[in-house]
Antibody
């Protein structure tokens, strides 16, 4: 059973960087069959897939076009976790952010608890 | 990448069947059988209900079924129950190697 535990600040100032971490138990961030996603949800935008990192003999990242210029998702093999960094945030980035485990083929079966991040001065 | 199109709301009486559609393009839904469906109750994280168009994860009721025709995928709930009242989202793999969610559908049990 995979469990994902999110951590990070709930308030970020405009133009600054949003940073969240997702600690994994029950699987490895270096698994050759898993993918590690960040997804957000807001009343105005619904559920929005932001990107993922995964290992298939080497590390890969895919990012949504809407945030591609501002996003970085990194694995941390020493701590078995992965992180999200979203630069130059605006109030439109206010949302509940989820980390989640899963692939396009198998579906996204495991989700973190969600973190409400508010962008405000 | 535009969000997949779902009806904003669908309703039905207990015991009835309802179908939620998820319409994309030939670059996402129409190109791959990598469509999955999620149920979300208020204040909770989404729950995987269907993957690869028509495969149910272990533990999901067989009242839920999935299908696809062309650029449109569908989730059918048979024998509607009060506990099925929730928001439902589809997601598809795209030709860009990304994932895209649907706009979401609120299911109401009358």
């Amino acid at each position: 059973q995979v469990q994902l535990q999110q951590s990070g600040p709930g308030l970020v100032k405009p133009s600054q960087t949003l940073s969240l971490t997702c600690a994994i138990s029950g699987d490895s961030v270096s698994s050759n069959s898993a993918a590690w996603n960040w997804i957000r949800q807001s009343p105005s935008r619904g559920l929005e897939w932001l990107g993922r990192t995964y290992y298939r003999s080497k590390w890969y990242n895919d990012y949504a076009i809407s945030v591609k210029s501002r996003i970085t998702i990194n694995p941390d093999t020493s701590k078995n976790q992965f992180s999200l960094q979203l630069n130059s945030v605006t109030p439109e980035d206010t949302a509940v952010y989820y980390c989640a485990s899963g692939t396009a083929a198998a579906g996204i079966g495991y989700w973190g608890q969600g973190t409400l991040v508010t962008v405000s001065s | 990448q535009s969000a997949l199109t779902q009806p904003a709301s669908v309703s039905g009486s207990p015991g009835q069947s309802i179908t939620i559609s998820c319409t994309g393009t030939s670059s996402d839904v129409g190109a791959y059988n990598y469509v999955s469906w999620y149920q979300q109750h208020p204040g909770k994280a989404p729950k995987l209900m269907m993957y690869d168009v028509s495969n149910r994860p272990s533990g999901v009721s067989n009242r839920f079924s999935g299908s696809k025709s062309g650029n449109t995928a569908s989730l059918t709930i048979s024998g509607l129950q009060a506990e099925d009242e929730a928001d439902y989202y589809c997601i598809s793999y795209t030709s860009s190697g990304t994932l895209v969610f649907g706009t979401g559908t609120k299911v109401t049990v009358l």
